[in-house]
């Protein structure tokens, strides 16, 4: 299977949201909610429903992932792929924004350890 790549306009769109506690807290309680079953609660991909997919779940915490422009996460979960359902109509664009930030945060604290 191909890598699933953004269009290069993604990469163009910038996050409308601070990068702060508070908008990284509003994306831990979505990403808990919806992403921790593929994604696993450290974003590593490994989440109980991950088993049963393929291709297995992205690792968020990645170099990957992190590398890849904030538009291009939010075009991802915006339009979806396979299992990785779109977002669009089920969380707002603030609620997307805010788990972009809360991925950003997942792969900072990893890089600390």
Known sequence: MSEWKAPAKADTIKNPLPFNEETIKKGK??????????????GK???????????????????KVQTQKDGAIFWKMTNGKGAMVS???????????????????????????
């Open 87 to 113: 977002y669009e109509l089920i969380l707002t664009k603030d609620q997307r924004w805010s788990l972009v930030n809360y991925i950003r945060n997942l792969g900072k604290t990893e890089i600390k350890k």
């Open 45 to 63: 991909g490994d989440g109980v429903a991950s088993t049963a997919l393929n291709p297995k779940p992205g690792n968020l915490i990645s170099a």
């Open 29 to 42: 309680t979505t990403f808990t909610q919806l992403c921790v079953p593929c994604h696993g609660d450290k």
